[in-house]
């Protein structure tokens, strides 16, 4: 357990489908990740929100919506997504501060699109 | 661009010792990761080098060399429950994680 949890941990949808994965720390960090993970590719960094305010997008397709509604919960909602989509999608929280940033992540949510 | 090198895949033997190398290429240094990741799990933190030089923690250690742009990741007495993916991470000069793909390693008995 690493006090951070993500659900559903297993996603099937179709490509018209609207579905949203969420994530919710326990740690009181200050700062949530939502990353890709596709098999033998570096981890994508998708959204990163600090203080409940979004700094960093990555060039995601607008079909990805993060939603941020406090500093403890972070939602990613999906809309027409492409089977290329499928991979893993991992959430992270970190207290943000300069340094020694250590980045602690839920189990990850394995989404298929068919 | 940046880049973090490590090799996609090793194989080692039960109770042995193996060398997991990372090199990289970033915009500014602030810190280096390593991270275990077991199949359909969380990526867990293993350690973090800042300054050049070995961090020993049990099993693991970490070596950096910030003019060679290089780590490693070194664990001995090798065991099953040690099969896993390792991914090395830098942190840029605005203190991003850049990450590598992982090495995934086979533990052999």
């Known amino acids: 357990e690493t006090g951070v949890t993500q659900t559903p941990r297993h996603l099937v949808m179709g490509m018209t489908n609207k579905k949203s994965l969420k994530c919710e720390q326990h740690?009181?960090?200050?700062?949530m990740y939502w990353y890709k993970q596709s098999a033998k590719k570096p981890l994508e960094l998708m959204f990163v929100?600090?203080?409940?305010?979004?700094?960093e997008n990555n060039s995601v397709p607008s079909r990805f919506s993060p939603e941020c509604p406090n500093s403890s919960h972070l939602f990613l909602h999906l809309h027409t997504l492409q089977p290329e989509d499928s991979a893993l999608y991992l959430c992270?929280?970190?207290?943000?501060?300069?340094?020694?940033?250590?980045?602690?992540f839920g189990p990850g949510t394995r989404l298929t699109v068919l | 661009g940046q880049n973090i090198d490590q090799p996609t895949e090793m194989t080692a033997t039960e109770g042995a010792i193996v060398q997991i190398n990372c090199t990289y290429q970033?915009?500014?240094?602030?810190?280096l990761f390593w991270y275990q990741q077991h199949a359909g799990e969380a990526p867990t933190f293993l350690s973090y080098n800042v300054l050049d030089g070995l961090e020993e923690k049990g099993r693991f250690s970490s070596f950096l060399s910030r003019s060679k742009g290089y780590s490693y990741l070194l664990l001995k007495e090798l065991q099953m429950k040690d099969s896993a993916s390792y991914l090395c991470?830098?942190?840029?000069?605005?203190?991003?994680?850049?990450w590598g793909a992982g090495t995934k390693l086979i533990i052999k008995p």
């Open positions: 991470a830098v942190v840029d000069s605005n203190y991003q994680l850049i």
């Open positions: 740690l009181g960090h200050n700062a």
């Open positions: 929100y600090n203080f409940k305010e979004q700094t």
């Open positions: 992270a929280s970190s207290q943000e501060r300069e340094g020694h940033n250590e980045q602690f």
């Open positions: 970033t915009s500014g240094f602030n810190g």
